[in-house]
């Protein structure tokens, strides 16, 4: 049953917030592992642009450093930054001690980091990454903030991933249903504190990011690589919001734009217990608003399980916006 809320609730952060290790740990167990592969890009993109040290990184929203720590292998130092302390505090229980000793955790928005008091030796950034949190955040503020931290020469690397794609259509169409449900429990957005929220994630996922300007004053060498983006990048179809928004191109003159047809690319086997699993990280703690409708998501799970026979290869629409200070 959806109720009025006068609380600021927007979308993941604040349902996240309070949580403790254990839903950390099952967040990065329901999620997609990037490919080293993906990686190896942004570094390949890092080495060939600019200046290509690689001392310091900087993962902006870390949530519990999983990202962090990948990148962790390829860099001297890592800072992981993000608003939600718990999740800061969850990181040194689940990332190995010999990752852990060379990365520093940070409590702050992305749009206030350069004020928010990094150790002087750690601010001076060669690669910026923003995984699965753009959406979140005021875009050209945040962008500013990177800027700053970000040494001329050196790379900010934003993506966000999407819904899983299946084998078989009609395994898309029943998760599109039970998505679409599950954000309908969390109605109403319109005329509440969380709305501009809602609205900015929307419309970054419906522009497949495109609506996030790098400008030409402070970037150069702009790409934006679209994996599997013949799908939606948005988790549920536009019937679980209770607005419209459309898409946004503030794409440069100079972008270049990469649409990729992969659908190899970061596979995993998953079955409906895995998807259900994402879709309770990607909406956390919705079973409380769903009440007695909760049965429903549990009866399109078991048509999703029937439909799937078992485990089998799904894949993600991803975009990749890569960019070097100047
Ligand atoms: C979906 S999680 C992503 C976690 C991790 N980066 C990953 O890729 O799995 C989004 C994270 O962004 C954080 N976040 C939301 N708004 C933020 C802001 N304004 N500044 C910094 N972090 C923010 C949330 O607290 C959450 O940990």
Same mark, same amino acid.
């Given at each position: 049953?959806?109720?009025?809320?006068?609380?600021?609730?927007?979308?993941?952060?604040?349902?996240? @917030?309070?949580?403790?290790?254990?839903?950390?740990?099952?967040?990065?167990?329901?999620?997609?592992?990037?490919?080293?592969?993906?990686?190896?890009?942004? !570094?390949?993109?890092?080495?060939?642009?600019?200046?290509?040290?690689?001392?310091?990184?900087?993962?902006? +929203?870390?949530?519990?450093? !999983?990202?962090?720590? $990948? @990148?962790?292998?390829?860099?001297?130092?890592?800072?992981?930054?993000?608003?939600?302390?718990?999740?800061?505090?969850?990181?040194?229980?689940?990332?190995?001690?010999?990752?852990?000793?060379?990365?520093?955790?940070?409590?702050?928005?992305?749009? +206030?980091?350069?004020?928010?008091?990094?150790?002087? !030796?750690?601010?001076?950034?060669?690669?910026?990454?923003?995984?699965?949190?753009?959406?979140?955040?005021?875009?050209?503020?945040?962008?500013?903030?990177?800027?700053?931290?970000?040494?001329?020469?050196?790379?900010?690397?934003?993506?966000?991933? +999407?819904?899983?794609?299946?084998?078989?259509?009609?395994?898309?169409?029943?998760?599109? $249903?039970?998505?679409? $449900?599950?954000?309908?429990?969390?109605?109403?957005?319109?005329?509440?504190?969380?709305?501009?929220?809602?609205?900015?994630?929307?419309?970054?996922?419906?522009?497949?990011?495109?609506?996030?300007?790098?400008?030409?004053?402070?970037?150069? !060498?702009?790409?934006?690589?679209?994996?599997?983006?013949?799908?939606?990048?948005?988790?549920?179809?536009?019937?679980?919001?209770?607005?419209?928004?459309?898409?946004?191109?503030?794409?440069?003159?100079?972008?270049?734009?990469?649409?990729?047809?992969?659908?190899?690319?970061?596979?995993?086997?998953?079955?409906?217990?895995?998807?259900?699993?994402?879709?309770?990280?990607?909406?956390?703690?919705?079973?409380?608003?769903?009440?007695?409708?909760?049965?429903?998501?549990?009866?399109?799970?078991?048509?999703?399980?029937?439909?799937?026979?078992?485990?089998?290869?799904?894949?993600?629409?991803?975009?990749?916006?890569?960019?070097?200070?100047?």
């Amino acid at each position: 049953m959806s109720q009025t809320s006068t609380r600021l609730e927007t979308p993941f952060t604040t349902a996240a @917030l309070g949580s403790d290790a254990s839903f950390w740990e099952s967040y990065i167990a329901s999620r997609p592992s990037p490919s080293e592969d993906f990686f190896r890009l942004i !570094n390949e993109y890092h080495a060939s642009h600019g200046d290509s040290r690689m001392e310091v990184a900087h993962d902006v +929203g870390t949530g519990p450093g !999983n990202i962090a720590a $990948r @990148l962790a292998r390829y860099y001297d130092q890592v800072v992981g930054s993000d608003v939600n302390e718990q999740a800061l505090d969850a990181a040194p229980k689940l990332i190995s001690p010999d990752l852990l000793k060379r990365m520093t955790f940070v409590r702050s928005p992305a749009e +206030g980091l350069v004020t928010a008091g990094i150790p002087t !030796n750690l601010q001076n950034t060669d690669l910026l990454v923003v995984s699965e949190c753009m959406p979140l955040l005021d875009a050209p503020r945040a962008l500013e903030a990177f800027h700053t931290l970000i040494r001329p020469g050196g790379t900010v690397a934003i993506y966000f991933y +999407g819904r899983p794609i299946f084998q078989d259509p009609v395994c898309d169409a029943i998760y599109d $249903r039970m998505a679409t $449900r599950i954000c309908q429990f969390l109605l109403p957005f319109q005329g509440t504190p969380g709305e501009p929220f809602h609205r900015r994630g929307a419309e970054g996922l419906v522009s497949f990011l495109d609506n996030i300007a790098l400008p030409a004053s402070d970037w150069e !060498n702009v790409e934006r690589h679209k994996w599997n983006c013949d799908y939606p990048l948005l988790f549920n179809s536009p019937d679980g919001f209770d607005f419209e928004f459309h898409p946004v191109d503030r794409r440069g003159e100079g972008d270049i734009t990469h649409d990729i047809v992969d659908r190899d690319f970061w596979a995993h086997e998953w079955d409906a217990d895995n998807v259900k699993a994402y879709l309770d990280s990607v909406y956390p703690h919705y079973r409380g608003q769903a009440g007695e409708s909760y049965a429903e998501v549990e009866a399109m799970c078991e048509e999703l399980r029937a439909a799937m026979g078992g485990k089998q290869k799904v894949t993600f629409s991803v975009v990749l916006v890569l960019g070097t200070r100047k």
